[in-house]
């Protein structure tokens, strides 16, 4: 029904502005769609709308592209900005946007291209964007040498991502610093002390858990045995119990580690995607 009423809408300001082209009037719509946050009304609009002119399917695209942005729909939205021709004045924005979205979803390897495949007079606030991007592009690689040469060249002239470049230097100083930790140590770690590979791997309060838990563990062990005897069937089940969790707190240690990078991982990844996405959106919108 709210759909219904939006076409028709349409259709009434077509009528109501004969002298504007009526695929233009329909874009314009459309963009007011987009203005009141109606994204798949507009969307909508515009997959209906045939256009006649090679600026108007530029726009067409662009906008498709830019709706599934905001709808965080990022690989169809990549696919509908890359559509935008070099003539569209949205081009820039079409190529930087495009990046973004699959260096967002992982694809590097094409983010990375689509930025090589821009260029820029030196000096310019275009220029320097396409650096910062490209430096943040090598630091999500983590390739420390690519992101130097970037790093380089960042100059703080530009007040839209000034704060970026200081942020990106001061992440890949974290990065660079961050301990390399070894499963295999916090394995051997939590064999000669329950819960110490655990500490190791950055997981202090698990660690102090499966101290006191193993500990609490053994020692009930250790009071069966005494009092009643290295035979009894309560001591022979409590010292199998405590074995088996022995035995998983030394991988649980291990698994630790490879756990906690991946989780650093994703909060760096996190971290330089975000300090991609300010300067597009401070210099474009």
């Known amino acids: 029904m709210r759909r219904t009423c939006l076409i028709s809408l349409a259709l009434l300001l077509a009528l109501s ?3 504007q082209p009526t695929a233009s ?3 314009d719509f459309a963009r007011y769609l987009m203005a009141r946050n109606e994204l798949s009304e507009s969307l909508f609009v515009l997959e209906k709308l ?3 002119s090679p600026a108007l399917q530029d726009s067409i695209r662009f906008y498709k592209g830019w709706i599934l942005y905001q709808q965080k729909q990022l690989e169809p939205s990549a696919a509908f900005l890359l559509e935008v021709t070099t003539e569209s004045p949205l081009f820039e924005r079409s190529r930087f946007f495009a990046s973004y979205n699959l260096a967002h979803i992982g694809d590097r390897t094409r983010a990375d291209s689509i930025l090589q495949g821009l260029s820029f007079a030196p000096g ?3 220029d320097a964007l396409l650096n910062f991007e490209q430096g943040a592009m090598a630091l999500l690689g983590r390739d420390f040498e690519a992101f130097d040469a970037h790093a380089a060249r960042f100059s703080g002239a530009f007040n839209p991502f000034a704060l970026q470049e200081k ?3 001061e992440l890949a100083e974290k990065l660079k610093d961050h301990p390399n930790h070894s499963p295999f140590l916090a394995g051997a770690l939590s064999t000669l002390v ?4 655990k500490i190791y791997a950055g997981k202090t309060a698990e660690g102090i858990a499966s101290f006191l838990y193993i500990g609490a563990m053994a020692l009930t062990s250790y009071d069966f045995y005494r009092r009643l005897g290295p035979q009894n069937g309560f001591f022979i089940l409590s010292a199998a ?9 030394i991988w649980g240690s291990a698994v630790a580690v490879n756990r906690h990078k991946n989780e650093y991982k994703h909060e760096m990844d996190q971290r330089i995607l975000f300090d991609m996405h300010i300067p597009l959106r401070n210099i474009f919108q």
């Open 17 to 19: 502005l004969p002298a």
């Open 25 to 27: 009037r329909e874009l």
């Open 50 to 52: 045939d256009a006649p």
């Open 124 to 126: 310019s606030l275009q």
């Open 167 to 169: 942020s990106l230097v």
């Open 194 to 197: 329950p819960g110490l590979g």
């Open 241 to 249: 119990t405590t074995g088996i969790f022995y035995a998983g707190n």
